[in-house]
């Protein structure tokens, strides 16, 4: 039997996070959680098998760009497919995230089928940045 992928949700709401983790496992994804991006790099730093990350870009303590930016630096993971979540989508912060390595950007709302879509595609292949909305 094939594991199933473990996707990280970073986002600073407890029911962001809740609502992603039910979309996600639903469609038999494996979901782990961090409230910030702090969390999100220590939960990869314990967990070798996250298949992808999907962060929220505004958060308290270490934004989710900041936290893709530290994780592409550090080098252990430079495949790992990260995709950023946000309410608005600026040039400025598509570039900085396209240039820091994430893997595409979900503005909400959030259409679940292709949310799963997406996290599916970059879970299995090694699919180019990717829009979902």
């Known amino acids: 039997m ?4 473990k996707v990280l949700v970073v986002d600073h709401t407890l029911f ?8 996600l496992t639903g469609a038999g994804f494996t979901v782990l959680e961090a409230s910030d991006g702090e969390l999100g790099l220590l939960q990869v730093e ?19 760009l900041t936290m893709l930016e530290r994780l592409k630096a550090n ?17 400025p912060l598509l570039g900085r995230a ?6 595409g950007w979900i503005v909400r709302p959030i259409k679940p089928e292709h949310l799963v879509e997406t996290v599916r595609r970059l879970t299995t292949s090694t699919a ?3 829009r979902a909305s």
């Open 2 to 5: 094939a594991v199933a992928p």
């Open 46 to 64: 314990y967990h070798p098998d996250v298949a992808m990350v999907l962060s929220e870009v505004d958060m308290p303590h270490m934004d989710g």
């Open 16 to 23: 962001v996070r809740q609502q992603l983790n039910l979309t």
């Open 128 to 130: 180019t940045y990717a």
């Open 75 to 91: 080098g252990a993971r430079p495949a790992l497919p990260v995709l950023m979540l946000t309410a608005h989508a600026p040039l």
């Open 98 to 103: 396209k240039r820091a390595g994430a893997r």
